[in-house]
C-alpha cells in the first residue's frame, strides 16, 4: 500500500466534503421539521434552532387536520402505489417468465416492444390517455392512475425480471414437469419465489416515482375524494400560502410517511441500485 | 412434441402485461402523434395536416412561448449535466474510497432529497430562498457574503437557474450512486498494477477509473436527458402553471400542460397540446439515438 492512499490528512478531507454535502442534503428538511413544531413568532425569529418550551406548538397540525383531509390523501396513496406495484410484479413476473422460458416466434420482437417503453416516458402520450379515460368513465377514479402507473412502471420490470429468471435452473423446472405440475404451478410455486430478491428490487424502484408524481393525479384524477398526498398537499399549501405554520406542518406531514418508507428500504434500494440492476 | 399443439400458457402469460402496455402506454403515444395532425373547426374534428406544427414553429402567438420553453429546457439540462453529474461522480469516488468509514451513513444520508416529492422540494426551497423568512440570506450574511443575496426565484435573470440548482440537489443521489455502484465493480488488482507504475491518488481516479465508469456516464447523461425534458412537476410546484416570472422558468413540460389542459381563462386545446408533445417525442427520440447509435456504440468498453 502506498502513502497516499493512507494519508490521514486526505481522509480527514475527504470525511470534510462528505459531512459538508450531508448538511447540504439533509438542511432544508430539517429545517422544515424543525419549524413545523413552532409558533408563528418562533418561526421568524428563530428559524434555525429547535422549539423550546417558549417556541413549541403544535398549531399547524392542527390547522391541517382540520381543513385537509390528509389521512384520506394517505389513503390514496397508499391504495394507488399498493395495487400498481402489485401488477406491476405480477403481470411483469409472468411476461419475463413468458419471454426467458419459452422459445417462441416473435420473443425476440416482443422483448424489444416491451422494452420501448423503458426510454420513452408516458407523460407524452397524456393528451390521448386523458381522452381515453374520459371515454371509459374512469376520469376522477383511482384507477386510471393504477392502470397508467402498471403501463409505465411494466417496460423496466420485465426487463429486469427476465434478466434474473434466465438464472433459474432448467433442472428445477424439469424435475416439476417430470412430476407432472402444469406450466402454472411451475411459475407459481417455483420460479416466484427464487426471484423474491429481483422483485423487491423492483418495487422498491417504482414505489418512488408513483407515491410522488404529481402530473397524472392533476389531470386524471383532481377530485376531493382521489387526490393524492402529493397533489392533497399541493392544493393545501397553494390555498394556505400566508399561513406559515399550515404550510410547514402539511410538508411536514409529507416528508414524514416517505422518510419512514425511506428508513425500512433503503438498504434494499441501494443495494437494488449498486447490484448493478439498471444497466 | 411441444410443437404439435398451441402453447396457450405463453399468451396467457404475457397477455395482461401486453394488453396494459398496448393499451395505456403504446397506443395513447401514437393516438397523441395523430392528434397533432387534426384541429377542431366548427366542433368538426377535422385532418390539418402539419399546420399545427407550422402554428407552433412559426406564428408568433405560439412560437415565442415555444422556443423560450425549449431554449430554457436547454439550458435546465446543461446545469443537470454541468453541475449535476460532476458533484455525483465527485461523491461517488469519495465513497468508494476503501477505507473510508460511515460510508453507508452518507451514502443514505445524500439519497434523501432524492426521494422526496417535488412537491415538497419545490416548497421547501421556496419558503428556504424567501426574503420574508430570512433564511437564505442570514446564511448568507454568516459566511461573510450577506451582500450577495436576492430573492432568486423572483427574478427573471435568476430564477430558471435557481431551479435547475434545485432540481441538482434533489437527484444528485440518482449519479452518485450509479456511479458508486460502477467504481465498485473495478477489480483491485487492477488499481494495485497502476499503483506499482506509480499511478496513485487523483491521477488513479483520471487515469485508470474514469476512462472505465465512461459506459456509466452515459447512461446518467441520457437518463438526465430525459428527465429532464419531460420535466414538470417542480416548476409546477415551485412557480405554478404560469411559470413565472413571465415565462422565465417556462419549460415543455409547464408548456404542454398549459397548453393542453388550459389554464385561468384560457381553454385547453389537445390539438395542440399533441403537437408539443410531439416535438417533446421527437426531441427525446433523438436524444436517444443520439446515445444508443453515436455515443455507446462508439464508446470503448473494457472487459473486467
Keep these: ?174 424435475a416439476g414437469r417430470i412430476d407432472g405440475l402444469s406450466e402454472y404451478t411451475i411459475f407459481f410455486r417455483l420460479v416466484l419465489p427464487l426471484v423474491r430478491p429481483a422483485m423487491a428490487t423492483v418495487a422498491v424502484f417504482n414505489m418512488i416515482p408513483i407515491w410522488n408524481d404529481l402530473w397524472f393525479p392533476l389531470i386524471l384524477a383532481p377530485a376531493e375524494e382521489t387526490k393524492t398526498l402529493t397533489l392533497g398537499s399541493q392544493v393545501f399549501i397553494g390555498q394556505f400560502v400566508t399561513d406559515w405554520n399550515a404550510v410547514l406542518s402539511a410538508l411536514s406531514m409529507a416528508i414524514l410517511p416517505v422518510l419512514i418508507l425511506y428508513v425500512i428500504f433503503s438498504r434494499q434500494l441501494i443495494r437494488g441500485i449498486t447490484s448493478g440492476a439498471v444497466k | 412434441m411441444q410443437k404439435s399443439r398451441i402453447r396457450w400458457h405463453i399468451a396467457v402469460f404475457l397477455a395482461p402485461a401486453v394488453l396494459v402496455y398496448t393499451a395505456v402506454m403504446i397506443y395513447p403515444l401514437f393516438n397523441t402523434l395523430r392528434l397533432a395532425l387534426f384541429n377542431e373547426v366548427d366542433d368538426q374534428r377535422l385532418f390539418v395536416g402539419l399546420a399545427n406544427f407550422r402554428t407552433l414553429f412559426l406564428d408568433p402567438l405560439w412560437s415565442d412561448a415555444f422556443w423560450n420553453a425549449l431554449g430554457n429546457n436547454f439550458w435546465f439540462f446543461l446545469i443537470h449535466m454541468l453541475v449535476q453529474n460532476p458533484i455525483g461522480i465527485a461523491l461517488a469516488a469519495l465513497l468508494s474510497h476503501p477505507r473510508l468509514r460511515f460510508a453507508a451513513f452518507y451514502r443514505t444520508a445524500i439519497f434523501v432529497p432524492t426521494i422526496l416529492s417535488f412537491v415538497i422540494v419545490g416548497f421547501a426551497w421556496k419558503l428556504i430562498l424567501s426574503p420574508i423568512w430570512g433564511i437564505a440570506p442570514s446564511l448568507l450574511d454568516a459566511v461573510g457574503l450577506g451582500g450577495l443575496f436576492q430573492p432568486w426565484l423572483g427574478k427573471e435573470e435568476y430564477a430558471l437557474t435557481t431551479l435547475a440548482l434545485v432540481s441538482v440537489w434533489q437527484f444528485v443521489g440518482i449519479p452518485m450512486m450509479l456511479i458508486y455502484a460502477a467504481l465498485l465493480s473495478i477489480p483491485e488488482e487492477l488499481l494495485e498494477a497502476g499503483e506499482i507504475d506509480g499511478i496513485t491518488g487523483m491521477s488513479a481516479f483520471w487515469k485508470i477509473k474514469l476512462p472505465l465508469i465512461l459506459p456509466s456516464i452515459g447512461i446518467i447523461s441520457i437518463l438526465t436527458f430525459v428527465g429532464n425534458f419531460n420535466a414538470f412537476d417542480l416548476i409546477y410546484s415551485a412557480q405554478g402553471a404560469l411559470a413565472g416570472p413571465d415565462f422565465a422558468t417556462d419549460i415543455l413540460g409547464t408548456f404542454l400542460y398549459r397548453t393542453f389542459f388550459g389554464f385561468q381563462l384560457q381553454l385547453g386545446d ?34 473486467l
Excluded at chain 1, 413568532?41 to 423550546?52: A, H, N, T, V, Y
Excluded at chain 1, 396513496?77 to 399498493?82: D, W
Design chain 1, 1 to 174: 500500500m502506498n502513502q497516499a492512499r493512507r494519508n490521514p490528512l486526505n481522509m480527514a478531507a475527504m470525511h470534510g466534503a462528505l459531512i459538508l454535502y450531508t448538511v447540504i442534503a439533509l438542511f432544508p428538511v430539517f429545517v422544515i421539521l424543525i419549524n413545523s413544531l413552532k409558533t408563528r413568532k418562533g418561526i421568524f425569529r428563530e428559524p434555525l434552532s429547535l422549539p423550546d418550551a417558549e417556541t413549541f406548538s403544535m398549531i399547524g397540525y392542527q390547522t391541517v387536520l382540520r381543513q385537509g383531509d390528509f389521512f384520506l390523501y394517505i389513503q390514496n396513496s397508499l391504495i394507488v402505489t399498493v395495487v400498481s406495484l402489485f401488477l406491476i410484479l405480477l403481470f411483469g413476473a409472468m411476461a419475463a417468465f413468458a419471454l426467458s422460458e419459452y422459445r417462441f416466434r416473435g420473443n425476440t420482437v416482443m422483448g424489444l416492444y416491451l422494452a420501448l417503453g423503458i426510454m420513452i416516458p408516458i407523460r407524452i402520450g397524456t393528451v390521448a390517455i386523458l381522452e381515453m379515460m374520459v371515454q371509459a368513465g374512469l376520469v376522477n377514479t383511482l384507477w386510471s392512475l393504477i392502470l397508467v402507473y402498471t403501463a409505465q412502471g411494466l417496460p423496466l420490470a420485465v426487463f429486469i425480471l427476465s434478466e434474473f429468471m434466465r438464472q433459474v435452473s432448467d433442472d428445477l423446472k424439469n
Design chain 2, 270 to 303: 389537445p390539438y395542440m397540446g399533441s403537437a408539443i408533445a410531439s416535438a417533446m417525442f421527437a426531441i427525446i427520440l433523438i436524444g436517444v439515438c443520439i446515445y444508443l447509435f453515436g455515443i455507446q456504440t462508439r464508446m470503448r468498453r473494457y472487459q
